[in-house]
C-alpha cells in the first residue's frame, strides 16, 4: 500500500522554525519527483516546494524562497521541509505528495494526511 506519513509540526513562535518530515511506505521516494503543498484555514490548496527524483534540482514558492528548504533522505525513504523565519502567514495543514506534471502540481490522491503547523507569538 502506498502511504505517506507527515509529522513534525507545532506551535512556534514568528521567527522561529521547524522541520516537517515526510516518512513513504510501498513506494521509493527517489524515484518520483515529490513536493510539499500546504492549506491555511479557509483556503486552497497551496504548492510550496518540489524536489526532483535526481534529487538535483529544488523548487520553492516566491512566498517561502529563501526560508524553507526541502531534502531528501534516501536511505530513510523520507522527504523534509525545514522551515525557517516562519511568519504567521505560513499557518496551515502541511501535506506531502507526489509531484504532478508541472513543478506545481501534486498527484491529490497521493497525499497524507497532513501535519499542523502553526507560528504564532
Known amino acids: 500500500e502506498v502511504q505517506l506519513v507527515e509529522s513534525g509540526g507545532g506551535l512556534v513562535q514568528p521567527g522561529g522554525s521547524l522541520r516537517l518530515s515526510c516518512t513513504a511506505s510501498?513506494?521509493?521516494?527517489?524515484?518520483?519527483?515529490m513536493s510539499w503543498v500546504r492549506q491555511a484555514p479557509g483556503k486552497g490548496l497551496e504548492w510550496v516546494s518540489r524536489?526532483?527524483?535526481?534529487?538535483?534540482?529544488?523548487y520553492y514558492s516566491d512566498s517561502v524562497k529563501g526560508r524553507f528548504t526541502i531534502s531528501r533522505d534516501n536511505a530513510k525513504n523520507t522527504l523534509y521541509l525545514q522551515l525557517n523565519s516562519l511568519k504567521t502567514e505560513d499557518t496551515a495543514m502541511y501535506y506531502c505528495a507526489k509531484g504532478g506534471r508541472a513543478y506545481n502540481e501534486i498527484e491529490n490522491d497521493s497525499r497524507g494526511q497532513g501535519t499542523q503547523v502553526t507560528v504564532s507569538s
Open positions: 524536489l526532483s527524483a535526481s534529487g538535483i534540482s529544488a
Open positions: 510501498g513506494f521509493t521516494l527517489s524515484h518520483y519527483a
